[in-house]
């Protein structure tokens, strides 16, 4: 396996610069923060608002990272993350970053990827991604899942495609599938709330988003495939890349005081099963032949 | 010891920080100052070298080795309070094999003051254990776990049983090198600390190490049953400080060795409080989740604190009787 070399860490206080709800009860934050070296794709940050009253910090997977600016995607699900989402402009947080294994991009280098992402997994993805096209590889096949219209981050979803599990209410109920044209039939939200529309040129489709990922696959046998998601989403791909055999590289996430495999409260099964992996040292990227997933 | 007990109020006029002395001596290893890391917070002592100097630290006391590495507790293994943490680890760590060949010697290299954190499943195991460390160097001393909560066999079992602490600890102590000292990490669950404080004292142990975690327990109130798959986790954070400040000033009560306290110590008005309290020393745990440096911080505001009090010593802050 290809060494993946951890960068250099930065514990330090950022300024909240910027925060934008993108989806429901998602956010884009932005941090103005000097770090030692830069984040790759699938590396994370601990962070944790001064202010919050958590004990502990988050992890949060890097959207971006250029010119001393950290942007993360933030959907609010507990007490941190809602801290995180709410930290007003100007306030300082503490960052630890960037931690963790990144996506191995010189694998992917000259090969069809194929990224299948769920909810806020697109973060490290959405990254992946453009990593790869700022390198000048083929555009990736790109997979969103959500389960509602509403968990549509619209402006980070330029070139995805988008499968709902819910068929929005004005688009036609599809028996598994339907999709809808970007023109005339693409669901919008709801009037007045405004939450972004799904993107201009982008494909909209009721079902999973695995639905179509064994026709993908089976035209491209020498396909990587990264997955990122709920864990269900991720099984269910990994499953389906294996049975192709084709190479998967997941990110996970689990709970982690520490972030620096101190804590050792992320731990999963290595392949095997007889040792552990931490998913915040050895992870958060794993090759599937690395771990007992699926 | 009584003068220096009634000396160190509030009044005293402030000193410069140079004029503070926060050596400590336990069983005779002088530490440069009394603030460690806490067993289990701090992973080996090497997880952090690009950030901090380990060797700054009083001392590091490193994840609890056992004889052979153990894979830990299934998942859930933590969970998050608003006062603190509730953990289930079970004491995953590489075994002593590969924690002589590969932790030791970068610790020796880093000139790192480290005492080793042992578990034993059996009473001899602890002895074993200090008799092949003895062949090693990089270690000043080590705490015997006589106390986790999150394990099957050994654990609670020993640390609850007075004799067997004072058994282990003299068994210990026997094959345990001149020039190291040896701490006794005790409980605060189920039996007095002053019992256990002075078993652990009778067999010979340099210092008690007050406390471990509470044992705690969340429950899943959808599922009807308790979030951890063992029941019973371990209880940390600010949340237990009051309780470890009444065990502490029970211990240094019982005993004349040195009491080296644990629980919640997050700020330097924590630490102070654990010297009025009775201790010798503190550790940090739960706080370095946070921040990993945090134990580094403590030691430099530690010295500014007790010049601004006036106070030369971390031991004369001790309340009197």
Not at chain 2, 111 to 119: G, M, Q
Not at chain 2, 233 to 251: D, M, N, Q, R, T
């Given at each position: 396996m290809t060494a993946r070399i951890m960068t250099k860490r930065t514990l330090t206080d950022a300024t909240v610069t910027g925060r934008r709800e993108l989806a429901h009860h998602a956010w884009l934050i932005e941090l103005e923060v000097e770090l030692e070296a830069p984040v790759r794709a699938g590396q994370f940050a601990m962070v944790h608002p001064l202010e919050a009253g958590t004990l502990l910090p988050r992890p949060f997977s890097v959207l971006d990272h250029r010119d001393g600016r950290l942007k993360l995607y933030v959907k609010e699900v507990g007490a941190g993350s809602r801290a995180l989402a709410h930290t007003p402009l100007g306030e300082r947080v503490q960052v630890f970053a960037p931690l963790g294994r990144s996506f191995p991009i010189e694998e992917f280098r000259g090969r069809p990827v194929v990224l299948v992402a769920g909810g806020v997994g697109l973060v490290p993805l959405w990254k992946l991604r453009s990593e790869l096209l700022a390198s000048g590889e083929e555009v990736p096949h790109s997979l969103f899942g959500a389960r509602t219209i509403e968990e549509l981050p619209g402006e980070l979803l330029e070139g995805w495609r988008i499968h709902l599990e819910e068929a929005p209410p004005s688009a036609p109920s599809g028996e598994g599938s339907s999709t809808m044209s970007a023109g005339g039939g693409l669901p919008t939200a709801p009037t007045g709330s405004g939450l972004p529309t799904a993107p201009a040129g982008g494909e909209v489709e009721v079902g999973l988003v695995t639905l179509h990922l064994d026709e993908i696959l089976r035209e491209q046998p020498d396909a990587v495939l990264a997955l990122c998601g709920p864990d269900a989403m991720m099984k269910a791909a990994a499953r389906i890349g294996r049975q192709r055999g084709v190479q998967v590289w997941v990110c996970l996430e689990e709970q982690m005081a520490c972030g620096a495999g101190v804590c050792r409260s992320c731990t999963i099964p290595a392949a095997g099963g007889r040792t552990m992996k931490t998913v915040c040292q050895d992870g958060p990227v794993f090759s599937l032949d690395e771990i007992d997933y699926v | 010891?009584?003068?220096?007990?009634?000396?160190?109020?509030?009044?005293?006029?402030?000193?410069?920080?140079?004029?503070?002395?926060?050596?400590?001596?336990?069983?005779?290893?002088?530490?440069?100052?009394?603030?460690?890391?806490?067993?289990?917070?701090?992973?080996?002592?090497?997880?952090?070298?690009?950030?901090?100097?380990?060797?700054?630290?009083?001392?590091?006391?490193?994840?609890?080795?056992?004889?052979?590495?153990?894979?830990?507790?299934?998942?859930?293994?933590?969970?998050?309070?608003?006062?603190?943490?509730?953990?289930?680890?079970?004491?995953?760590?590489?075994?002593?094999?590969?924690?002589?060949?590969?932790?030791?010697?970068?610790?020796?290299?880093?000139?790192?003051?480290?005492?080793?954190?042992?578990?034993?499943?059996?009473?001899?195991?602890?002895?074993?254990?200090?008799?092949?460390?003895?062949?090693?160097?990089?270690?000043?001393?080590?705490?015997?776990?006589?106390?986790?909560?999150?394990?099957?066999?050994?654990?609670?079992?020993?640390?609850?049983?007075?004799?067997?602490?004072?058994?282990?600890?003299?068994?210990?102590?026997?094959?345990?090198?001149?020039?190291?000292?040896?701490?006794?990490?005790?409980?605060?669950?189920?039996?007095?600390?002053?019992?256990?404080?002075?078993?652990?004292?009778?067999?010979?142990?340099?210092?008690?190490?007050?406390?471990?975690?509470?044992?705690?327990?969340?429950?899943?109130?959808?599922?009807?049953?308790?979030?951890?798959?063992?029941?019973?986790?371990?209880?940390?954070?600010?949340?237990?400080?009051?309780?470890?400040?009444?065990?502490?000033?029970?211990?240094?009560?019982?005993?004349?060795?040195?009491?080296?306290?644990?629980?919640?110590?997050?700020?330097?008005?924590?630490?102070?409080?654990?010297?009025?309290?009775?201790?010798?020393?503190?550790?940090?745990?739960?706080?370095?989740?946070?921040?990993p440096d945090r134990a580094h911080r403590l030691i430099e505001e530690l010295a500014a604190e007790l010049a601004a009090r006036g106070v030369r010593r971390p031991a004369e802050l001790r309340a009197g009787d």
């Open positions: - | 010891m009584s003068e220096a007990r009634s000396s160190g109020s509030a009044s005293n006029p402030p000193l410069d920080p140079s004029q503070v002395d926060l050596r400590v001596t336990i069983g005779g290893v002088e530490l440069p100052n009394p603030v460690f890391t806490a067993s289990g917070a701090w992973g080996y002592g090497l997880e952090y070298l690009d950030l901090v100097d380990p060797a700054r630290l009083g001392a590091v006391v490193t994840k609890t080795i056992t004889v052979l590495p153990r894979k830990g507790n299934p998942q859930p293994r933590l969970r998050e309070l608003p006062t603190g943490l509730l953990n289930s680890i079970g004491l995953e760590n590489v075994g002593l094999g590969a924690f002589v060949r590969d932790k030791l010697p970068r610790l020796a290299r880093h000139e790192v003051r480290t005492v080793v954190s042992l578990a034993g499943r059996r009473e001899e195991e602890f002895a074993e254990m200090i008799g092949e460390l003895s062949h090693h160097e990089g270690w000043v001393g080590v705490e015997l776990n006589l106390s986790c909560p999150n394990v099957a066999e050994g654990g609670l079992d020993f640390g609850t049983d007075p004799r067997l602490v004072e058994s282990i600890t003299r068994r210990a102590r026997a094959v345990l090198p001149d020039g190291k000292c040896l701490l006794v990490k005790l409980t605060p669950n189920n039996v007095p600390m002053a019992t256990l404080a002075r078993a652990a004292e009778a067999g010979g142990a340099h210092a008690i190490s007050c406390i471990n975690t509470v044992v705690g327990m969340e429950i899943d109130l959808d599922a009807r049953r308790p979030v951890f798959p063992r029941g019973i986790a371990g209880y940390s954070g600010v949340g237990i400080k009051p309780i470890a400040l009444a065990k502490v000033w029970e211990a240094s009560h019982a005993v004349d060795i040195p009491v080296v306290g644990i629980g919640g110590i997050a700020t330097v008005r924590d630490v102070l409080e654990f010297f009025v309290a009775g201790a010798s020393a503190v550790q940090v745990g739960t706080a370095l989740f946070a921040r």
